[in-house]
């Protein structure tokens, strides 16, 4: 049997010095990324590795939906296949006016002389896993930069807007929901077309409108959507609705609180959207009177 | 090959054989993928940091093969995987095995009960750490339920002990060979 000699020969440096070793290590790497994100470039390499773990643990969960449809009732198939026939149905008639209204708005926009609206292409993605870390609102879906989901893009499910790409991966994608602490979301009131932000506020159903005065046109049940002149989010997706309006004449503005639209964390099947075409460069007399960059534009 | 350094498996009954390097990793893989599990509604608040409890259960057995370049290397792997800081797990999981590896004689002459609250002691300290680097950052405290995960891991660990050594147990009789 092979003998090494006792540990306290050779040690190595001492347990000290190692631990004050990595933790400098650590408290470097955490300033350089939250201060200058100059980490994006490792990060994606490390999430390239993670990706085959990922899909890995996936796989019991598809494998059991799977199992899961093969046995669905007959009953429930026939229920949703009428269900879905009544819907076709309303749609398609809703399309029909549509088509009409589409064709109308582009003649009427040559006639104006306006720029044309470009529609975004989307990619439909499916989550992943949810983040674990409990300050911030992150869901990780299975599409990446390789299938042309770029940063900062809208994401969307069938109802509305659930969220924004904060990283993309090469496979993957880091999509930060609307109830997410730092997302901001630029949006219109659909009555009277009053703009405002919408904020999010880390707890899942609740959504903070802010900076509207106390005197401000709006009321519970107000739908909120997407106002799009952030240039980020598509014009008209809906966002929130309005629940619930404390108005104190105390303070300068009204405590709105608003529930997310979409099922912000309901639905496993999403829609990322392409990036629109950037807006118009700022007018050049305008650009020494901006005060501050705005909080909101994360992607810069 | 047995080495001098493992007296501390003999404060149990069972002699234990040598653990490989494999062995470790393949652990410290599959509580990664635990960690990746999708989770929703109430167990995202309960769900135990798997991560955490095997580098702590290695720390405290194996001292000399797990130290802090593991721990480090899976603390940037939890902060890519959940998009937090870059760091932060690094940095806590560090500090987590310096405790491991700076109590695990003190820990080992404990039963399993009072390794428990060894355990939880130390995970609470690692998730203090995350919760500091996060509110200095900017984060705000998301509330007592936080710390349950830790609690989780802290009642865990008996279990884990069992498992990993399963395979360790020597199988044959050592008057045989």
Redesign the interface.
């Known amino acids: 049997?092979?003998?090494?000699?006792?540990?306290f020969f050779k040690r190595g440096p001492s347990?000290?010095a190692?631990?004050s070793?990595?933790?400098l290590?650590?408290?470097?790497?955490?300033y350089?990324?939250?201060r200058f994100h100059y980490?994006e470039g490792?990060?994606k390499a490390?999430?390239v590795?993670?990706y085959p773990?990922?899909r890995?643990?996936?796989v019991p969960?598809e494998v059991a939906s799977q199992i899961g449809s093969f046995f669905v009732s007959q009953s429930y198939l026939q229920r949703e296949n009428e269900h879905l026939a009544r819907e076709n149905f309303l749609n398609a008639g809703l399309l029909q006016t549509q088509q009409e209204l589409i064709a109308e708005n582009r003649h009427l926009r040559e006639l104006l002389d306006m720029k044309a609206r470009a529609g975004p292409t989307s990619v439909a993605a499916e989550?992943?896993?949810?983040?674990?870390?409990?300050?911030?609102r992150?869901v990780?879906v299975d599409k990446g930069s390789s299938h042309k989901v770029e940063e900062g893009a809208a994401v969307i499910d069938d109802t509305g807007l659930i969220g924004q790409v904060?990283?993309a991966f090469p496979w993957t994608a880091?999509i930060a929901l609307i109830t997410d602490?730092e997302q901001v979301v630029p949006v219109q009131v659909v009555k009277n077309g009053l703009r405002a932000t919408v904020f999010g506020t880390?707890y899942d159903g609740a959504l903070d409108l802010r900076f509207m005065p106390v005197n401000a046109d709006i009321e519970i049940g107000d739908v909120l959507v997407t106002s799009g002149i952030d240039g980020v989010f598509p014009a008209g997706l809906p966002v929130a609705v309005v629940s619930n309006i404390e108005r104190n004449a105390a303070y300068p503005f009204a405590r709105i609180t608003c529930t997310p639209a979409a099922g912000v964390?309901r639905h496993r099947q999403v829609l990322v959207l392409s990036r629109l075409a950037p807006l118009p460069e700022y007018p050049p007399a305008a650009q020494h009177k901006k005060a501050k960059p705005r909080k909101s534009r994360r992607d810069g | 090959m047995m080495r001098g350094s493992e007296f501390s498996n003999l404060s149990t009954e069972d002699i234990l054989l040598p653990v490989r390097p494999l062995y470790v990793a393949l652990t410290l893989v599959a509580a990664l993928l635990l960690n990746l599990m999708q989770f929703t509604g109430w167990m995202l608040v309960l769900r135990p940091d798997f991560v955490a409890l095997t580098l702590l259960y290695w720390g405290i057995h194996q001292p000399r093969k797990v130290g802090f370049l593991p721990a480090f290397l899976l603390g940037l792997a939890v902060d890519v995987a959940e998009g937090s800081l870059f760091g932060q797990h690094a940095l806590a999981y560090s500090v987590m095995m310096f405790s491991a590896i700076a109590l695990h004689r003190r820990v080992a002459m404990f039963g399993v009960r009072h390794q428990m609250l060894h355990v939880l002691a130390i995970l609470l300290l690692m998730q203090v750490i995350v919760l500091a680097v996060r509110t200095a950052a900017g984060g705000e405290y998301p509330g007592w339920w936080y710390f349950v995960p830790s609690v989780i891991a802290a009642l865990l660990w008996p279990v884990t002990r069992f498992l990993f050594r399963i395979l360790l147990r020597s199988r044959r009789d050592p008057d045989e060979v």
């Not at chain 1, 049997?1 to 540990?7: A, E, H």
């Not at chain 1, 290590?25 to 955490?30: A, F, G, K, R, T």
């Open positions: 049997m092979q003998y090494t000699p006792p540990p347990l000290l190692r631990l070793f990595f933790a290590l650590s408290l470097i790497l955490l350089a990324d939250a980490m490792m990060r490390i999430g590795v993670l773990l990922q890995i643990v996936d969960g989550i992943i896993y949810f983040g674990r870390d409990p300050f911030s992150k990780i904060s990283r880091e602490r880390g964390n």
